[in-house]
Every structure is written in C-alpha cells, then in structure tokens.
C-alpha cells in the first residue's frame, strides 16, 4: 500500500504533531511530543477513540475513560516514564485555559523510559514543555529521531525515538488514509528484521555499558476512516503484527500500548437530542481489512524509520547510544533482496 | 419509570419469545426458550449486539464474536447447563435451513442448571426443541414462571423461571423502550428483597433435600434506543444492580451473564459502500442514563416477576421446589410500605 | 457477618490510612487520601492486587499494569478530579525517595469530583499533600466524613466523603479480614437506601443551587486472604452490588472503579528463582464465597458510614452540601424495622 | 531455543493429542483433533488455563469460564466451524462418563472453517468421534499436516492443517517446556513468510476456483512452568507475534484464538481448606521472558509444521488445495541465508 504525502500520521486530516526536545548538558536527554487530532478545542469536539494494551508494564493515564465513552478529549501526550503526572497536568492547564468552565478532563499520557540516556529521576519535563509542544504542533512533514518524547529513547539496541508513517487504502475500499506514529524504545538486538531481514543477526550495536531498565513502545494512530471505537479497537489490535514484522517477540518488561483516533467526525461535548445521524464505517466489507493491513504496515515501517532517522547521542553517565548503521543496513538489505 | 403494553420484552421492537417446556415422567423439567430480535433472517440482517459477563462461572457459547463485531446474526438461546452444545445445533439447524449458502455462523446460547429439578444428565433437549421454540415465538404478552428454560430453575430457594419486564423512557429522552427477561436461577433464600423489603428475613422456603448445583442468572435485554455495541455494553453492565437490588451479593457459583441488542436498525450481512449511515444514542445527554434506569428497574423487577409466577414442581428423586407465598409476601410489602 | 475490630480497612494487616484536609477559605474544600498495604518499602515489597473498573467515566493513573502484573508497588492515593497527575507526581516523589536506584514505578491514583464545593479549577493540591498524607498514615480508627480526600464530596445529594467498614468470614472459611474504604460522590437522592429502606422516597436533600458535575465512587478494597490477582479481580467485582445496596442503578457520570490488594504476603521487586512458592486462596470451597459477601456488606456499609459521619459543608459560590439527618433516618429506620 | 525432544505439544507434561480424520468420498474432509492436559479426570484434576483472543471473528464455546476461574475441566477440542456444539456434545458425554456425579461442566471448543474442501453444511463431525479422539490421544510424535481438525484447512493460500512445535527454557531460567499445537487455516498467499524470507512474494499457490470464507488459526499452548492463569494469558499474547512471523497482518475473517494450559500442579475440584500451597511462576526474573520467546517461536514454527506437513487435497465441489512446494520453498531459503 502506498504512504499520504508525508508519509507521517500528519496525513490524516488535520492532525498535528508537537515535539519539545529538551537536550541539555550531559544528563538531560528527554522530552514531550504531542499529537492533535484536530486544532479546534477537543473537549468541546472530542473525536472517536479506542485504546489497545499489548503488555501493560507501562505507565499510562486516561485509558480506561476512553475505553468506557470511546472518545478522545485532549491531545494525547507522550513522554517520559517518571513524567506522566508532569505531562497530565500540561493537558490539564491546557484544557482549562481552552474550556473557561470544564471541572472534570480526561487527558491521555503514553511513556516510554529514557534512563539510559537521562537523568529520569531529575525530572526535567514540565507542564509548560507540554503546553509549548501542543503550541508548535503542525501538521506537514514531522520531526522524527532524536526528538521529542523520543530524544532518549532506544530500540532495538541502537538509537530509537520518533518513528511516523502512513498508508492509503484503494479509493474503492474507501481512499482511507492511516497513520502511525511509534515512540519506540524497545527489541532486543539481535531479533530486529527489516523487510523480514535478519538485520540482528548480521549487525549488532555495541554492548550497553549496563543493563537498561525495560523497553516500551507507544504507537498512535489516526485514520480518516469513520470507524467506530470497537472498529478502532480492531485496528489498533494489528499493530501488534506491525511491531512483530520489526522482530521483537514482546519483552516482559516492555510496555507497548496503543492509542487510536478517527478524525472523521467530531462528537460534541453535550448533546441536545437523544440521537444522532453519523456515518460508520462498514465491518464485513475490505474496506475494513484494508486498514487492518495498513496499521500493520505504517506501524513497521513508524518503528524502522525511527531507527533511520535517529542519530548517535551520548546521555548521562557516559552512556552512549548508537545510531544505526544505515548504510550497512541498506547493502544488507540489497543483497538479500537481490538473491531472493 | 412505567412499563410498556405488556412490560415485557417483547414491547421493543418486534421481538419475540418462544418457549419449549419439557416436562413429563418424574425426571423431565427443562426446556428451551428462545429470543428472536426480529421475524427476519438475522444472519442476512444482523442486530447491533453486546455480551457483559457479571461472572463467568457459567457456559456459554458465541459471546466472543458478538463482542468482536458488535452484532448478532442468530436468535438467543437458553436452555439447561449440559444442553448447550445441542441448543447450538438448533441455531445453526435453523440458519442453514433459512440461509442456504451459509457456511459459517454465531450462535449464541445461555444456560442455567435445573439438576435439582431436572435429570439433566439425560440430556432431554434436542435441536429439534430450538427449532420449535424459534416455530412458536410471539410477539405480545409472554408466558412466565416455569417454563421454557425456566421449567427446572430455582431462584433465591424458591421456584424461579422465566420472568420478565419493560420500561419506557421519557418522550423527551427518546422515548425509547427497555426490555429484560430473565432466566432466574440465582440466590440465596436469606438475601431476597423485594421493592427493598428483607423478605428472606422472615420467610424462607423448606429447606432443600440436598445442596443444588449452584445457580446463574442470564438476562438478555432488548432496546429500540439506536445504541451501539459499546453502549449496550454500558446498559448491560447496570443489570449487576438489578439483581443486587434483588438482594444478591452475586455468589461464586451463579454465572451471570447479560446479552443485550437493538431493535433500531439492521446490520446487513455483506456491505457493498465502505461507509453507511446510522443514527446513534447521544452519550452525554440524559437519554443513555434513562436507559441504565430503566435496565436496572427492569432486570429487578423481571427476576421477581419470575418468582411471582412460577408455581411449585416436583421433579427427579422426588425433589420439590415450592412457590414463593406471594399472599404472605405481599401482606409483608404492604405493611412495610404503610409504615415507612 | 461481623467487622473487625475498627470496623475499618485499617483492620487488615497492617494497612494504614493518611488524610490531609484541605479545608481553608470559602472555596478551598479539597484533600488527598492515602491508604497503604503495609508500613515497608512497596516497590520493593508490592502487594497482590487488581483492579475493577465498574463505569469508567473517572480519571484514574496505573489500573493498567496493575492488571498486567497482578501487583501494587505505591500507596493508592485519592484526590480530587483535576489533581490526579499531581497526586501522581506525589508518589513518585515518595518512591524516588524511598528507593534511591528507581526509574520506574507505577502510582495507582483515583478520584472523584469536588467541583460544587471545592474551587478545583485552581488546584490547590501539591505534591507535597500526598508526600504528608503517607507521613501521618496510621493504622487504627480511620477518621470518617468530611475528610482528605471525602473533603468535597456529595453522596445522594447529601454532603458525601471518605466511608470505611470491614467484616470477618468465619474461622472454618479462613477467618480472614475484608475491608472496604469508599470515597463516596455519587447517586440521585430520590434513589437512597439504606439498610433496604428508601431513604430517599421520604427524606430528600434541598436541591443544589446549580446542577453539580457528574459524581463518582472509588473504593479500595484490602484483604488478609492470599487471593491471586484474578481472584482479587472477582472479589473487586461484588463492590457493584455493594453500591446497588445504597440504592444507585449506575449513573452514566458516576465513575466507579474499585482497587483491591491483599496483604497475606509480598512480592519482592526482583526474583532470583524461576518459581516460588506462594498460598492461594481456595477456588472451591466457601471461602472465597464468604469474601465475596463480606466485600459487598462492606462496600454497602462503608458508603452508609460516609453519610453518617459527614458534616454540612458550605464551599465555593456559597454552595452548601448538608449533612444526612441521622436522627430522621434512624427513626424511620426503626419505625420499618419494627413492622417487619 | 531448542526443540523439545518430539517438536511438539507433547513434549510437555503427560499431554497427549488424538486426532479423528474424517476423509470420505468427494466432499468430507474435516475432522477432530484433541489436546488433554493429562491422562487422568480433567474434572477431578483441574489445569491451570488462560484464553486469550486475537481476533474473535470466530465461534469458540468455554471461554468465558477459564478466564473467570483459571482452570481448564475438559479436554481441548478441536473441529469445524459448524461442528462446535458437536465437540462440545461430544466432550460433554465423556464427562458424564468419567465423572458419574456430575451435572455441569465447562468444555472448551474451538474451530476454523474448512469448507472450501469439506461440505461443512452436512455436519459430519459426530459426538463420537470426540470420543474416539480422546480414546486414541497419545503422548509422542504428533501427526501433522492433513489430519484430525485440519484435515480441510487453508494456510497462505496451500494446504494447511495441523501443525507443532516446542520449546525448552534454559535450566538456569528453569529448564521449562513450552509447546504450541496450531489449526492453522489463515493468511494471505502473498504475505507468506518463511524465516523471514517473502515466500509469497516468489511463490503463489494456484489461484482458488472461488473465494473461500474466512480463515481463522487456534493455537494450544502447554508449559510445564507453574504459571497462574494470569501469567500464561501474558504468555499467550504473544503468539501474536508468532503469527506475524509467518507474514500475516490479521485478516478481518481470521479467528484467532489462544487456549494455554499449565501441567505443573492440577486444581482439585472441591477443595476442603481455605488456602492451599502452590508454587508460582516468578515473574520478574528472566524466566517469563523465556517462555514469551519461546511462544513466539514455538508459534511460527508450529504453523510453518502445517504447511511443510500438508499434502495436496481435492475436496469438494472438485475444490484443490496444493501443498507447499516444499523443495522449491528450502531452495529460495537456502539461497537467501547463504547471501545474507
């Protein structure tokens, strides 16, 4: 299937994608990226959601009200393990600066652990990291590698972070535009496979100086698809391939998450009639499984151009990251292809 | 909230009920009772559908792919604990025969245990008592009490059975209507309540010949309120109340499982279009909270309905289960009443 | 059955309860509430635990890796609906500070909404509330009513707040300890009962000044019983009758979630064997039965123990919550439980 | 990870596998397969078991109950997609049997559907041969390919059927065995992976006569480690990524279930104390992380089993489905790795 225009979830509507890269000193390599599912005011317009738990050694907040109600009501922010409640409160200062009467917001938060390269436990991400994040959200081409949520994060052994793609579906399977956006942060070396090769078992990165505490992986999806919250569930469930296509088999300690959204209509805060006249995408047509194959498809390809685009960072403690070697990969990649 | 023109389930829609009771010799006290959403072919036009389990300690089959897809494309069948496998023959008998291409299909059946009653080792329902039962459902005013799947079922001690009960929402909120039939098979005889009243305080059954085999609780509810699958699932979920306000405190034993669908619109079975439109229940309005209302009221009201119906049987190795004193007990109503 | 000792969570092991108030001005009518499964390091030593969500129109941070691990590594901290980041924040500080080599932990938060009586757009919770709330925890008698995080809360449209109860199962079924404590906000006046009588047909609250904003219950449940995480989970799911009990069919806006934990043993943070070995709570026989039904009576009991204990609360824009007339209750109470 | 010393599901434990072929005429071709956790009364002798759903796009009866109470009472079977009340039926009578007291039960079922070769409108999965695959269950080599319940499947478009394979952990992370069995009937022809390599991208198999329906892929699991019902749900998650492996995205039509079971300690059936001694499987030791791994693996081998095993079948209405061109397929791979 073929990417929209940026190849990036900013295909899919209106979408946005904030990052703030905090990237300082020796020890400070974290950060907060945000994405919007529309510019408007969420609360008032929330959109339909659907969250899925792959292995929930993870921390996240505001899944559960977005299982019950299926919708989305802020941004969703990603961040830092240890700055979960940092990040919620940016979502909150922001709702309540947008919404002048709002008492009660449901803010989405995703994590993935970047102790390896930050000093987590100093807990640099503040609210207002957040509340600039969703400022510079744009929507275009989007920043990816070291940047953001994503500055330091690690994958597959080598450098990870920011990973986004998207697909279309054939226009008459509905001409559906898919996103993916992937924090990535996860896989053990010698199990990453790019375009099903055996990458890890050729390359591998130098040895860490110690053992890093877990993995994770966040993705974010968006389609312009009308699916409903249960048909958004299902989408969000092929992720899961996606991420396996990379290699990774799902580590214990790796928390992998997804969050998913259609921007295809909004659903207003309060509803005067008892019902109302949506569209819905249908179930037992392709039209359905064509997205399924795109998630597949925009998540694997999300987690590889993080590791494409991530570049070598050296964090605290000494402690270095490496990029990925690309071109080694890519001849790799050649010859393998070449021979088939 | 007032009832509709027969406070039943069959007040939604045009959905019917249809019972098979198999009573005869001194071991036979069971049967087959049988929910049709619609008089059509469910499998070409589906009915959006949920399944809320309160306590899986209790069979069933076809839940999963009804939480998947969010429809159900056969009647709903209950019938004893060690019937269900031929109860799901009897659907898929049915579906083949009005579906002539079909080679896959979902049934979904329910079951409590009547072995008190019932010499359900025996296994005395046959596919053939589904046919029949989906043969003879009605419309209007349905039989309750011992009957159908109730014909051996034993509630809070004294005989239970089939019962059920209706609510309509305000005009303002929709309009809509709720029904709820319950299989009652549930509860210990100390717990009754009745509108409150600790019944079970001052009047208990004779005690039983020997400890029964647990006990359950399914309840399958029906609405013309255009919810979707998920929000049937939050009206499915306000049934625990309804059978708490009964007076359970849900034993470990009593699977208790809620099916619940809508009358509002078919789901075709093959979709041509990516997308359609539907109407769907607003959320945050007052019109979904008329609705979990109406499931709790409903549900309580339907298993005491069942209790007030069921007359006293005598069943295998000489087992009685005696009716509920409705005299006594509604003396017992009427001088709490007065003096509160 | 019987309470404990305190008739309180606190008669668990060696649980312990922390309140701050924050009570000051006319529009300050907040607090946190902290319970912890035992006085040692939690990360280190975490406790059996699961989570139920009954409605999931709430804020809630951690259920998720609760539920993937099966256990609780920080206190449970309660607040109101626009603090929960900032209670999170507070026991990550915590768990900072007491294990030095952290970088990961999961905080388990819930709340409920404050908003008639509290100005809680201006956050008057800090991290520092949860930090003290942990300090001054204390086993023994927990104070009830117009507390930490009870502080604000409305409960059938009478001034609501922090509930506790506890109940013994029988020596032959373990002689285990339950213990429930509910922070209460929640139900439709008109809908109280207490004890089985209607409360609220006869004795209604004078209507609020303005439509308050949803309304909500957590309750955390602890147990000395070595029940397994799934069990905790089906245990967890009796609260609902509980609930029913009061009266409550389930509001659409009333998040209901419960936390439960046991204390029969600890789970040490890292495991140098393959397997250990560990007392489960039997599946079959009547102990679990007996914790199901303790776990309802004690969720019952604990929200009734709110309303009694609670005092009239003027708050923000002059709003008053009053306190139930016991006197009243008690009387009408008495006067239906004599024609009995 | 290295094989047990079978391959197969039958490496671990006392498990045993009997299959029923059912290959007549021109049009049946389908079958039984079962999987007993031991040799002795399942009833009596409980297992350890967990569910876990992929993709619920198909009918499966028991499910419920061994996620509410951990434990499997039945043998596993496995059949045709309308043949499912049938097994159960069949296991159902073996119960009564083994068990003369008994009067409910929990048999687990599940299906994919073979019906481009196998006329599965005319059910001739009976009772019996349930009973017959019980009778002939044995531990040892497993037979593979067209036999037992995959005697009609598809898989990527050849031949499909049943297919096995083990695992063993590292003594020093408890020298456990984790065996997979498939019924692998699913997948796009042009998605087939093999090792990673793009079979389906070289190699199609004949285009069918007409679109078959669906797909679908159930997936046993046995472990000797002494996992909770919790545990081997994480465990079965990652069969998921297994499939992936092996190149699919999830298709909409593919059921795909995972039944687990534990051999290390059966669960009696009445249990007369209030706790009992179990040892459990630690979970924060690298141990758990072995079995996820060896699932993942375990699962694309057992599928690829199927196709290397599968031989060409002609079935109904002069339906062909082709085996896997074995020779050509190690060729391609051979020729990939030796450039890798």
Known sequence: MSPGPNNAITDVGEVRVGHVTLCSGREIRTGVTVILPHP??????KVVAAVHVINAFGKVAGTTQVEELGVLETPIALTNTLSVGVAWNGLVEHALRVTPSLTSVNPLV???NDSYLNDIRSRHVKPEHVLEAIDVAASGPVPEGVVGAGTGMTCYGWKGGIGTASRRTPAALG???LGALALANFGDPADLRIGGVSVGASLLPPPPAEAASGGSCVVVLATDAPAS???????ARRVQNGLAWTGTFGGHRSGEYVFA????RTVPDRQAQPSLPVRELAEDGP???ALFRATAEATEEAVINALFTARTVEGVDGHI?????????LSLLQRTQERQ
Chains 1, 2, 3, 4 share one sequence.
């Open 40 to 45: 408007g005011n969420l609360f008032r317009e």
């Open 110 to 112: 995703g994590e993935c």
């Open 175 to 177: 001409g559906y535009t």
């Open 229 to 235: 919250s249960r048909q958004l569930g299902r989408i």
């Open 261 to 264: 959204f259609s921007t295809a």
């Open 287 to 289: 039209a359905i499984e």
């Open 321 to 329: 990251q490496y990029e990925l070697p690309v071109d080694e990969v």
